[in-house]
């Protein structure tokens, strides 16, 4: 019986295995983070976009009805 928890040794892959399940579900997160700020920036962008294509339509449409 192991009277402090340092003598309980953990086997080299069994480490190796941990540190790889670590990396793999960090590189998740930062790709999930990344993908998340990504499509709020392009729905922002687009929304903003089809904002200033719908002002310059209608305008246009409001002139084009008043000249005639």
Do not use: D, H, W
Not at 6 to 29: A, C
């Amino acid at each position: 019986m192991p009277l402090f928890f340092s003598e309980i040794l953990i086997s080299p892959e069994f480490s190796v295995q941990i540190f790889r399940t670590y990396e793999i579900q960090r590189i998740f997160k930062v790709f999930y983070i990344v993908s998340f700020e990504t499509v709020s920036a392009l729905t922002i962008s687009f929304t903003f976009f089809g904002f200033i294509v719908f002002i310059r339509v209608f305008c246009n449409a409001r002139i084009f009805n008043a000249k005639m």
